[in-house]
């Protein structure tokens, strides 16, 4: 069952994500899919109110750290932090740079 999720994430990607350039702190870079999109997440002390954030969604096997860069479109976006990890897809809040 784990092997169909997997294919599933990467299926997922494939066909909706587009082409995204990681430049990590280490100043190596990393060309991979990825899908950008607007989400609204918790936010707050007490996560009592809901905001419009920019997401990248990426496999899981790629480690991003704060500080790290995207390039996308022509737009560049500074990793902020980790919002979420299945063990397939990771989401990250991102912003423009």
Known sequence: MDEAFKTMDHTVLSTFGQSVLLTLS????LET??????????LGQYEAIQGEVTVLSVDSAVRLKR???????GQTYEV?????????LAKWNIYAH
């Open 33 to 42: 899919r990825g899908i950008i999109a607007k989400e609204l997440v918790p």
């Open 26 to 29: 280490d100043q190596s870079s």
């Open 80 to 88: 902020d932090r980790k919002l979420k990890d299945d063990g397939y």
């Open 67 to 73: 500080g790290d860069t995207v390039l996308a479109n």
